[in-house]
């Protein structure tokens, strides 16, 4: 019988337990044990089942109630763990005391964010980065405001088939059933923003808070009674449906959110943000909305201002982060549906011209579609300061967009790095924390803590807590892996070899991800029988833990599922491979400890940043990886293994039997023989030896707090910098965006038309002073305008020069028709083939960086 209506009914707690309420409200309880300690005193069988305090609450009997209210003892440490919030929210942290002049308010965009199983708003590393993003930007006091929307289903269910197939389930999930609340009016009535619709009518989204410690995150819904059915899926679940569907969602995201945070600075009094950090190109329309504010309304007193003028005054208080290398990997449109949602009459942006969102959008660049909108090319376009995710990935990027910026070598293109990083107390086992607590290492207070961290352990320790860890994921897989058999249809009768599956004493490797083609899944099953030898090995063992999502739409990423588990079906090696469904964060915190190896055997270099590594890592896990992404930039020889990479094989399939054949070598010849090393304590001491410099070398460097912190040194902070420079009466906006045109529309005439040097000859010698005047066409311009550079560097055969330098030449004299000549010297520093050009690029004080405009004339 189906019910008519559904709601959720919420407990009503006795006085002296009205903090659980305030402790389940705010999601600091997912990383800090204590809270998860007060929660598991209130039913510890629910706790272990629910592991969310919203439902915990909500199952619990009056009676426990009545009991916990009359226990003084748990009653006086529920009020410590409450006290211990409160002063968290209120401290002065990193931010207050080191960034005194640092961003008053920061949004943070992104169309997932993976805080806790309990707020299913994710799908894999994106979003688990993003809510590592806020909790450590919550422990460092950076004032960040999440947005995002909130997916009625999230992303999928994943279960098997029979047959090994993957199959999705979008479960209804309920707000009231999870850590949000709405965000109310004065008046007691939803907040909620409208967005213009082609053809009418305008879509609706509330908006919902998660506290994610300081963070407030807004997430939007169109889940609510105005809006027609096909409004109403927009936040239906996480990158589903058409081209249409997820640009609505993408509008509803970025142009929806902005005015979410101007209802949520409203209401709440909270600082209107001065940096936009666009986490991925999903958001990118928020840049949009913000030039609209600027040139359809007043502000401060100030006429609404001028297209360029507002697109300076948006890009320089803008942050884009791009996390593909993969150009499939980004959304893109067709040009007419741009055309359709951003008309002048009845479009998404009334007073925005149409031609000029087009144009931000468009790929008008050799190689190029120009009949697409591309959704990153917005992104470095209305964002003055663009990152990658690792320093391998920088490259990619700036090789994989080069377009944008032609005049320019990829080593100058304006798109940095900053490496991902992982938060630590969400990440650490409690039983690996409790262990170094008891041996006083500080690894909140003091991150370098890691470096020593496990200097006064003796190793029988730490083996012992890697060997506990170990048969926690054991006795985790085996329940997920009868459950996902019973689903499968099979009878309990036919599953009692899973009592025997997996062994707390063997060398466990951890493979989990999304399964897109180029994660290569299955790389491990090019030689099936070699796997197969080293899973049954009578004294060195292996055993495989794997899981991962493929996207409902991709085809191909099933396929590679369901060969990975006809595999482990295989009676001979059942007991020692296995794929669990349905990976998600609840997963992963057994996961990620238990494995004793984490791989990962990606085509280089798809594999932007890659952070599953990492939380392996600061659990003791070796990282035995192919040089990509973060492992490429931190692995030295000996905090793990590096995978060779058959870089220049052209055949596809060669070069997969030749990485999965390194990838066997080294578990036979290296990894396995060092694991079962063992002294006479039963301990392998090389391995320990290893894992201890793994914590060295990498702990500090992995912490999603040494990330936060690049973001507001390298980015926050310059840009909220930039942006003040132009704001006010917005009169520094209008200069350079009038400055701009007037260089843009003169660049043609500016060209380098001839160069002299004297100093040196053929045959120079190194500490020789080379002297260089150039004469240049200004094209109308002044030489204030302008930045007239020798760039040199070694000579290659081609006449190419590398590892260069820059010196900026300067003005001494002035021509007739507008011309000027430059000059300056430098000293050779270095022997070798040297060569040298000139160049003129665009110069302004406001200008983040020279290759800004695309601009440049050569000699």
């Known amino acids: 019988m189906r019910a008519i209506r559904r709601f959720t009914v919420r407990p009503v707690l006795p006085e002296p337990l009205a903090a659980l309420g305030e402790l389940a409200g705010n999601l600091r309880w997912c990383w800090h044990l204590e809270t998860q300690d007060v929660f598991a005193h209130v039913d510890p069988d629910l706790w272990r089942e629910l592991q969310d305090p919203v439902r915990l609450l909500g199952a619990v009997t009056p009676s426990r109630f009545d009991e916990l209210a009359a226990d003084a003892t748990f009653v006086e440490r529920l009020g410590r763990v409450r006290d211990d919030l409160q002063a968290y929210l209120a401290d002065d942290l990193w931010f207050q005391r080191d960034v005194p002049e640092g961003p008053r308010g920061i949004a943070y965009f992104s169309p997932e964010f993976g805080i806790a199983a309990a707020l299913p708003q994710y799908s894999g590393g994106l979003g688990i980065l993003a809510g590592d993003h806020l909790k450590a930007a919550s422990d460092l006091g950076v004032p960040i405001t999440g947005v995002g929307l909130l997916y009625r289903h999230g992303y999928f269910a994943q279960a098997l088939s029979r047959e090994g197939w993957q199959q999705e389930s979008y479960p209804v999930l309920d707000p009231d059933e999870m850590p949000i609340t709405a965000l109310r009016e004065a008046d007691g009535s939803a907040a909620e923003i409208a967005i213009a619709m082609p053809g009418g009518p305008d879509l609706r989204a509330r908006i919902w808070v998660a506290r994610v410690g300081r963070v407030p995150l807004l997430l939007l819904d169109t889940d609510v009674d105005q809006n027609p059915d096909h409004y109403t899926d927009v936040t239906d679940r996480l990158y589903g449906g058409g081209s249409e569907h997820r640009l609505r969602q993408e509008l509803l995201l970025g142009v929806g959110g902005v005015r979410a945070l101007r209802a949520f600075s409203r209401i709440t009094g909270a600082p209107v943000p001065e940096?936009?950090?666009?986490?991925?190109?999903?958001?990118?329309?928020?840049?949009?909305?913000?030039?609209?504010?600027?040139?359809?309304?007043?502000?401060?007193?100030?006429?609404?201002?001028?297209?360029?003028?507002?697109?300076?005054?948006?890009?320089?208080?803008?942050?884009?982060?791009?996390?593909?290398?993969?150009?499939?990997?980004?959304?893109?449109?067709?040009?007419?549906?741009?055309?359709?949602?951003?008309?002048?009459?009845?479009?998404?942006?009334?007073?925005?011209?149409?031609?000029?969102?087009?144009?931000?959008?468009?790929?008008?660049?050799?190689?190029?579609?120009?009949?697409?909108?591309?959704?990153?090319?917005?992104?470095?376009?209305?964002?003055?300061?663009?990152?990658?995710?690792?320093?391998?990935?920088?490259?990619?990027?700036?090789?994989?967009?080069?377009?944008?910026?032609?005049?320019?070598?990829?080593?100058?293109?304006?798109?940095?790095?900053i490496t991902n990083g992982v938060h630590l107390p969400t990440w650490l086992a409690r039983e690996f924390r409790e262990m170094l607590d008891e041996f006083g290492a500080d690894i909140d207070g003091d991150p370098a803590a890691f470096t020593r961290a496990l200097d006064p352990l003796p190793f029988s320790r730490v083996w012992g807590v890697k060997r506990e860890l170990r048969s926690r994921l054991v006795d985790d897989a085996r329940a997920r892996l009868r459950a996902s058999w019973a689903k499968r249809g099979a009878a309990p009768a036919e599953l009692g070899w899973i009592d025997d599956a997996l062994s707390p004493d063997v060398l466990t490797i951890g493979f989990a991800r999304r399964v897109p083609s180029y994660k290569r899944l299955t790389l491990m099953l090019r030689d099936q029988d070699r796997l197969k030898r080293l899973l049954r090995d009578p004294d060195r063992p292996i055993q495989l833990v794997i899981a991962g999502k493929a996207h409902p739409a991709d085809e191909g990423g099933k396929r590679l599922i369901q060969e990975l588990v006809r595999f482990a079906d295989d009676a001979e090696v059942r007991h020692r491979i296995v794929f669990l469904p349905n990976y998600d964060i609840g997963m992963a915190q057994n996961l990620y400890p238990g494995c004793d190896v984490w791989l990962n055997n990606?085509?280089?270099?798809?594999?932007?940043?890659?952070?599953?590594?990492?939380?392996?890592?600061?659990?003791?896990?070796?990282?035995?990886?192919?040089?990509?992404?973060?492992?490429?930039?931190?692995?030295?020889?000996?905090?793990?293994?590096?995978?060779?990479?058959?870089?220049?094989?052209?055949?596809?399939?060669?070069?997969?039997?030749?990485?999965?054949?390194?990838?066997?070598?080294?578990?036979?010849?290296?990894?396995?023989?060092?694991?079962?090393?063992?002294?006479?304590?039963?301990?392998?001491?090389?391995?320990?030896?290893?894992?201890?410099?793994?914590?060295?070398?990498?702990?500090?460097?992995?912490?999603?707090?040494?990330?936060?912190?690049?973001?507001?040194?390298?980015?926050?902070?310059?840009?909220?910098?930039?942006?003040?420079?132009?704001?006010?009466?917005?009169?520094?906006?209008?200069?350079?965006?009038?400055?701009?045109?007037?260089?843009?529309?003169?660049?043609?005439?500016?060209?380098?038309?001839?160069?002299?040097?004297?100093?040196?000859?053929?045959?120079?010698?190194?500490?020789?002073?080379?002297?260089?005047?150039?004469?240049?066409?200004?094209?109308?311009?002044?030489?204030?305008?302008?930045?007239?550079?020798?760039?040199?560097?070694?000579?290659?055969?081609?006449?190419?020069?590398?590892?260069?330098?820059?010196?900026?030449?300067?003005?001494?004299?002035?021509?007739?028709?507008?011309?000027?000549?430059?000059?300056?010297?430098?000293?050779?520093?270095?022997?070798?083939?040297?060569?040298?050009?000139?160049?003129?690029?665009?110069?302004?004080?406001?200008?983040?960086?020279?290759?800004?405009?695309?601009?440049?004339?050569?000699?």
Request: proline share 5%.
């Open 275 to 417: 940096v936009y950090h666009t986490n991925e190109g999903h958001a990118g329309f928020q840049g949009l909305e913000r030039i609209r504010e600027l040139t359809t309304s007043a502000a401060g007193g100030v006429a609404p201002l001028g297209f360029d003028d507002a697109l300076e005054m948006a890009r320089a208080s803008t942050v884009f982060t791009t996390h593909t290398p993969v150009p499939a990997g980004i959304d893109r449109f067709e040009r007419t549906l741009i055309q359709q949602y951003f008309a002048a009459d009845g479009g998404v942006l009334p007073g925005v011209p149409t031609e000029r969102v087009l144009a931000l959008g468009t790929e008008d660049y050799a190689g190029g579609d120009p009949g697409m909108f591309n959704m990153a090319v917005m992104g470095f376009r209305l964002g003055q300061r663009a990152n990658g995710v690792s320093q391998l990935h920088g490259h990619v990027s700036r090789d994989m967009f080069n377009g944008l910026w032609p005049a320019f070598d990829e080593p100058e293109v304006p798109i940095g790095s």
């Open 602 to 859: 990606p085509l280089r270099p798809y594999e932007a940043c890659g952070t599953s590594g990492m939380k392996a890592a600061l659990n003791g896990g070796l990282n035995l990886s192919i040089l990509d992404g973060w492992w490429d930039e931190w692995y030295d020889g000996e905090n793990g293994w590096a995978i060779p990479s058959a870089d220049g094989v052209d055949d596809p399939n060669k070069r997969d039997d030749l990485e999965a054949s390194a990838l066997y070598d080294l578990l036979e010849r290296e990894i396995a023989p060092r694991f079962y090393d063992r002294n006479s304590e039963g301990v392998p001491v090389r391995w320990m030896e290893m894992m201890r410099h793994t914590l060295e070398s990498l702990g500090p460097k992995v912490l999603a707090t040494r990330m936060v912190r690049d973001y507001v040194g390298q980015l926050y902070a310059p840009a909220a910098a930039s942006a003040r420079t132009l704001d006010g009466d917005f009169s520094g906006a209008i200069e350079l965006a009038a400055w701009k045109g007037r260089v843009r529309d003169a660049w043609h005439g500016v060209r380098v038309e001839h160069v002299d040097s004297r100093g040196v000859d053929e045959a120079a010698e190194v500490g020789a002073e080379l002297s260089v005047q150039a004469h240049v066409a200004l094209g109308g311009l002044t030489p204030d305008d302008v930045e007239v550079q020798l760039i040199y560097g070694r000579a290659e055969g081609d006449d190419q020069l590398s590892s260069t330098q820059v010196a900026p030449l300067s003005a001494v004299d002035a021509f007739a028709g507008g011309r000027c000549s430059f000059g300056g010297t430098v000293r050779l520093d270095r022997a070798g083939p040297f060569g040298y050009t000139v160049r003129v690029v665009p110069k302004h004080p406001h200008l983040a960086t020279v290759a800004e405009l695309g601009l440049a004339a050569l000699a």
